[in-house]
């Protein structure tokens, strides 16, 4: 099945990749056009994995990271129209000549078929099929058994809008069977996939990068810090921790470990306890002896990724020990201070090696649509050209066009 979803792939990429940046951008109009026609559809699809969650005795907060609505719907649409109003990231790049004579143009250009293996999240399914066609790319999905029926449902949608835009179906397949053994056989799919992206919690993403024999561009969990400067506004600080950790805490932008300045502690934390009653706080030694009815935190908490509505906290006495914190906890994510230091803030953005830092602002902001790239296609946590939220720019690969008039060397 994998191997003939693939062939089938690279057979609609040959169309799609040259294809005019028009036409790319009509099919993403249609596309958007057909999931706010088709919602009623979508929405039944969603509600069978909605209820089978419940069943399964799945947390609220991860039940919400799968529910679609018709607001949500609307919203999906409406980052295809996003990426749609982007400029085409092919045949942009630089042209340059040698003393020789060569004339050597390097361009952007499609990778080619890109496999995505992901969880939970519907919208997921949209924003990646959008990125690819945009991209010229072709796209083979890989959705997990919580939320099969609402991808099965998007795509289908997807695949009858494309087609009336005159490019091939196959530009944007699903695999319907969501064993383990589908995963498996996308990851040593070599040859057939040029690209495997994993996006999801800690365990598939190690699954992917640990067994694929496709190359991966690894998206990262995240375990995001907000460190609190002794200079800081705590009005400020208490509206960012709040907004980083509640607004959604399913999420992989969601602050899930909060360090304090031992000077502003005292204030902060009573003030941060009362402002988020249903958050469990869990707390080191000095945070104890002021918050004393918190649970304590062990060292592993400090490393987790909770989803949930808990939250590490531990107190520190400068940024320069915040950092090292950071960096040691950190899964390399998003991660803010909050202060009114230059100094302190200019320490931070520059020894914390993470792909998104913040000064004064949420560590929710770490997404493709609010950096302008009109959706994501995941949020790559490695030190390869995609770096952060990824948008077209980071689903095209280079090509050198060299021009002569009968050079030899």
Same mark, same amino acid.
């Given at each position: 099945?994998?191997? *003939?979803?693939?062939?089938?792939?690279?057979? &609609?990429?040959?169309?799609?990749?040259?294809?005019?940046?028009?036409?790319?951008?009509?099919? @993403?109009?249609?596309?958007?056009?057909?999931?706010?026609?088709?919602?009623?559809?979508?929405?039944?699809?969603?509600?069978?994995?909605?209820?089978?969650?419940?069943?399964?005795?799945?947390?609220?907060?991860?039940?919400?990271? @799968?529910?679609?609505?018709?607001?949500?719907?609307?919203?999906?649409?409406?980052?295809?129209?996003?990426?749609?109003?982007?400029?085409? !990231?092919?045949?942009?790049?630089?042209?340059?000549?040698? $003393? =020789?004579?060569?004339?050597?143009?390097?361009?952007?250009? !499609?990778?080619?078929?890109?496999?995505?293996?992901?969880?939970?999240? !519907? =919208?997921?399914?949209?924003?990646?099929?959008?990125?690819?066609?945009?991209?010229?790319?072709?796209?083979?999905?890989?959705?997990?058994?919580?939320?099969?029926?609402?991808?099965?449902?998007?795509? =289908?949608?997807?695949?009858?809008?494309?087609?009336?835009?005159?490019?091939?179906?196959?530009?944007?397949?699903?695999?319907?069977?969501?064993?383990?053994?589908?995963?498996?056989?996308?990851?040593?799919?070599?040859?057939?996939?040029?690209?495997?992206?994993?996006?999801?919690?800690?365990?598939?993403?190690?699954?992917?990068?640990?067994?694929?024999?496709? !190359?991966?561009?690894?998206?990262?969990?995240?375990?995001?810090?907000?460190?609190?400067?002794?200079?800081?506004?705590?009005?400020?600080?208490?509206?960012?921790?709040?907004?980083?950790?509640?607004?959604? $805490?399913?999420?992989? =932008?969601?602050?899930?470990?909060?360090?304090?300045?031992?000077?502003?502690?005292?204030?902060? @934390? $009573? &003030? +941060?306890?009362?402002?988020?009653?249903?958050?469990?706080?869990?707390?080191?030694?000095?945070? +104890?002896?002021? @918050?004393?009815?918190?649970?304590?935190?062990?060292?592993?908490?400090?490393?987790?990724?909770?989803?949930?509505?808990?939250?590490?906290?531990?107190?520190?006495?400068?940024?320069? *020990?915040?950092?090292?914190?950071?960096?040691?906890?950190?899964?390399? /994510?998003?991660?803010?201070?909050?202060?009114?230091?230059?100094?302190?803030?200019?320490? %931070?953005?520059?020894?914390?090696?993470?792909?998104?830092?913040?000064?004064?602002?949420?560590?929710? %902001?770490?997404?493709?649509?609010?950096?302008? %790239?009109?959706?994501?296609?995941?949020?790559?946590?490695?030190?390869? /050209?995609?770096?952060?939220?990824?948008?077209?720019?980071?689903?095209?690969?280079?090509?050198?066009?060299?021009?002569?008039?009968?050079?030899?060397?």
């Amino acid at each position: 099945m994998i191997k *003939e979803k693939c062939a089938r792939a690279k057979e &609609a990429f040959k169309t799609l990749s040259v294809s005019s940046g028009q036409i790319r951008n009509n099919a @993403l109009v249609k596309m958007a056009e057909a999931l706010k026609n088709e919602y009623a559809y979508i929405l039944s699809e969603n509600q069978k994995d909605v209820a089978t969650a419940h069943k399964k005795g799945i947390s609220e907060v991860m039940v919400d990271r @799968l529910r679609l609505t018709q607001e949500r719907i609307f919203a999906i649409s409406a980052s295809i129209l996003k990426v749609c109003a982007l400029p085409d !990231p092919l045949g942009k790049g630089s042209i340059w000549t040698r $003393p =020789n004579g060569l004339t050597i143009q390097k361009v952007q250009v !499609p990778i080619g078929v890109i496999g995505i293996i992901y969880e939970s999240r !519907p =919208n997921v399914t949209a924003d990646a099929a959008a990125l690819c066609v945009k991209s010229g790319n072709a796209v083979i999905l890989r959705g997990g058994s919580e939320a099969i029926h609402s991808n099965i449902a998007i795509v =289908n949608v997807l695949r009858k809008a494309i087609e009336a835009a005159a490019l091939p179906a196959d530009c944007i397949q699903i695999i319907e069977d969501t064993a383990r053994d589908t995963a498996v056989a996308l990851m040593k799919a070599r040859g057939d996939i040029d690209l495997l992206i994993p996006r999801g919690g800690k365990a598939l993403i190690k699954t992917v990068t640990e067994n694929s024999s496709v !190359p991966v561009i690894e998206t990262g969990a995240g375990n995001c810090h907000i460190y609190v400067d002794e200079s800081a506004d705590l009005e400020m600080a208490l509206n960012i921790i709040d907004n980083a950790k509640n607004s959604r $805490p399913s999420v992989c =932008n969601a602050a899930e470990s909060l360090l304090i300045h031992r000077a502003v502690a005292k204030s902060l @934390l $009573p &003030a +941060l306890q009362k402002r988020m009653p249903k958050v469990e706080l869990r707390g080191c030694p000095e945070t +104890l002896k002021i @918050l004393p009815d918190i649970t304590p935190a062990t060292e592993e908490d400090f490393y987790t990724e909770y989803n949930d509505y808990i939250l590490s906290v531990k107190i520190v006495s400068d940024v320069k *020990e915040a950092v090292a914190h950071i960096n040691e906890h950190s899964t390399k /994510h998003s991660d803010a201070v909050i202060t009114n230091s230059t100094a302190a803030a200019d320490y %931070f953005t520059a020894n914390v090696d993470s792909a998104a830092v913040y000064v004064n602002a949420s560590t929710r %902001f770490t997404d493709g649509e609010e950096f302008g %790239f009109g959706a994501e296609i995941g949020i790559s946590t490695q030190k390869m /050209h995609a770096r952060g939220p990824m948008g077209l720019d980071e689903l095209t690969t280079i090509k050198y066009k060299i021009i002569g008039s009968g050079q030899i060397r």
